[in-house]
Nanobody, 121 residues
Framework: QVQVVESGGGLVQPGGSLRLSCVASGSIFSINHMAWYRQAPGEQLDLVASITSGGSINYTDSVKGRFTISRDNAKNTVYLQMNGLKPEDTADYYC???????????????WGQGTQVTVSS
């Protein structure tokens, strides 16, 4: 099994910053793709940023220049540094990990439970 746990959400004023962390643990052979998604109330789940094992990064247009995704492969951890937060960034943020478990050759996607980010004055 692979467990994914996010942390770092909270309440912040517009223009403020937060850093989200996501740790994957368990019987992991390799982690390929790591990503952050978000879901605002009443909205669909949207990709925010992703990073491959080789370091290729992708951002949704609305966060470019404000958010930075990074990963620590030794710690099976992905981060999302969020600066210049806006009220429209308010959402539940979810970590998604594509990993191969030990003893298998199959990539599976694993989700965390989410962490809430609220941007409000």
């Amino acid at each position: 099994q692979v467990q994914v746990v996010e942390s770092g959400g909270g309440l912040v004023q517009p223009g403020g910053s937060l850093r989200l962390s996501c740790v994957a643990s368990g019987s992991i052979f390799s982690i390929n793709h790591m990503a952050w998604y978000r879901q605002a109330p009443g909205e669909q789940l949207d990709l925010v940023a992703s990073i491959t094992s080789g370091g290729s990064i992708n951002y949704t247009d609305s966060v470019k220049g404000r958010f930075t995704i990074s990963r620590d492969n030794a710690k099976n951890t992905v981060y999302l540094q969020m600066n210049g937060l806006k009220p429209e960034d308010t959402a539940d943020y979810y970590c998604n990990v594509r990993a191969t478990m030990r003893g298998t050759s199959v990539d599976l996607y694993y989700w965390g439970q989410g962490t809430q980010v609220t941007v409000s004055s």
